[in-house]
């Protein structure tokens, strides 16, 4: 009879009353976001298209929480709740809200992202700035989303009492342990400045192509701690970032995509150097490959057996620098097997006979 009278003496009325405006605040919320994503895709027939898509994908979710979460904040005020109900309540949104504008703001970052991507194309030949200014915005882009990320976590810590008290007891220790801490982590730290040395001075810049430990390949990633090079043959070599700082490799497009291709080729000393000129514009006029900056044969140097013939032509990029030398390397060869066979290198033999 004692638990039926405490549930006959619940306070039904407020509950209800509080469902009531909990529901009213969250539909109107969602009412707001569906008309707002609406309003979006109406005026994206007038405006960039572009624009208003990636605000649509990548702020629609977060703001469909965050709308219905503020207006319930709100309503709380209208709510019957105790005191110590009220504080609660009111402490719970309030973390609910930091995460969710804290995914809102990393929403947005990704948002002007995209509009970067989309006004500089990274696939066209002559990329130097586009990959310059993606180096940068990525490491940036990482760099604040952490910032981020660690600030959010920080005020959702200092709202609770009990950590406020544990940080100012911590207080007295932060000189001993950042020294701590500054030891524990100086590799981490290094990778850090070495991210941000990376980003503004720029040795190598995303889709960059690179010689490292013997390999070509692309910079397919940067972060904060590594590089992801992606090898020719699709194997992707990882390497800490420091390593751009403190050992040598090549980058074949520091300066500018286009690139100077050698081949070369050894013959008999008999073979006449000018057809081989000749062959070389004719290989070269009718092929799309050649940028028409460089068309050079040379005899760079001479064995006891054969002479050394450089071909020297340009291109507007590594991949197809590689493509014309493989090219003019197999017509150069054909050329000279079918027009002087003779001229192909060959061991000589002196025999003399005695009596």
């Known amino acids: 009879m004692l638990y039926l009278d405490q549930f006959a003496d619940f306070p039904w009325s407020q509950l209800f009353h509080n469902l009531v405006i909990g529901f009213i605040a969250?539909?109107?919320?969602?009412?707001?976001?569906?008309?707002?994503?609406?309003?979006?895709?109406?005026?994206?027939?007038?405006?960039?298209?572009?624009?208003?898509?990636?605000?649509?994908?990548?702020?629609?979710?977060?703001?469909?929480?965050?709308?219905?979460?503020?207006?319930?904040?709100?309503?709380?005020?209208?709510?019957?709740?105790?005191?110590?109900?009220?504080?609660?309540?009111?402490?719970?949104?309030e973390i609910l809200l930091t995460i969710n504008f804290c995914i809102l703001l990393i929403q947005f970052i990704k948002v002007l992202e995209d509009g970067f991507y989309h006004n500089y194309?990274?696939?066209?030949?002559?990329?130097?700035?586009?990959?310059?200014?993606?180096?940068?915005?990525?490491?940036?882009?990482?760099?604040?989303?952490?910032?981020?990320?660690?600030?959010?976590?920080?005020?959702?810590?200092?709202?609770?009492?009990?950590?406020?008290?544990?940080?100012?007891g911590l207080l007295t220790g932060v000189g001993i342990g950042g020294i701590i801490i500054g030891f524990a982590a100086q590799k981490s730290l290094g990778n850090l400045l070495a991210g941000f040395q990376i980003a503004f001075t720029q040795p190598i810049r995303i889709d960059d192509v690179v010689?490292?430990?013997?390999?070509?390949?692309?910079?397919?990633?940067?972060?904060?701690?590594?590089?992801?090079?992606?090898?020719?043959?699709?194997?992707?070599?990882?390497?800490?970032?420091?390593?751009?700082?403190?050992?040598?490799?090549?980058?074949?497009?520091?300066?500018?995509?286009?690139?100077?291709?050698?081949?070369?080729?050894?013959?008999?000393?008999?073979?006449p150097i000018s057809p081989l000129r000749e062959e070389l514009t004719k290989i070269l006029t009718n092929n799309p490959l050649w940028d028409k900056r460089v068309n050079v044969v040379q005899v760079t140097d001479n064995k006891e057996a054969t002479v050394e013939v450089r071909f020297l032509m340009s291109a507007r990029n590594s991949s197809e620098a590689f493509d014309l030398r493989c090219m003019v390397r197999e017509h150069m060869l054909a050329f000279v097997r079918d027009n002087y066979p003779d001229s192909l290198p060959k061991t000589r033999l002196e025999y003399k006979q005695t009596s």
């Open 121 to 168: 194309d990274l696939s066209k030949a002559d990329n130097l700035r586009e990959r310059k200014l993606r180096t940068q915005l990525q490491f940036i882009r990482k760099f604040a989303v952490g910032l981020i990320i660690i600030i959010t976590a920080a005020i959702i810590l200092l709202s609770f009492e009990s950590m406020r008290k544990i940080g100012a």
């Open 211 to 271: 010689i490292v430990e013997g390999e070509w390949g692309r910079v397919e990633e940067i972060t904060l701690t590594y590089v992801v090079v992606n090898i020719w043959d699709q194997r992707r070599l990882i390497l800490p970032i420091t390593y751009f700082i403190e050992k040598p490799f090549q980058n074949w497009t520091r300066v500018s995509a286009e690139l100077l291709g050698t081949v070369f080729l050894y013959f008999d000393y008999n073979l």
């Open 26 to 93: 969250i539909i109107t919320g969602v009412v707001i976001k569906f008309i707002l994503k609406r309003s979006f895709l109406f005026f994206s027939r007038y405006w960039a298209t572009f624009v208003i898509g990636s605000i649509v994908r990548r702020l629609s979710k977060p703001v469909g929480v965050f709308l219905p979460l503020l207006l319930l904040n709100v309503a709380i005020a209208f709510m019957k709740l105790s005191p110590t109900g009220h504080q609660q309540l009111n402490r719970v949104l």
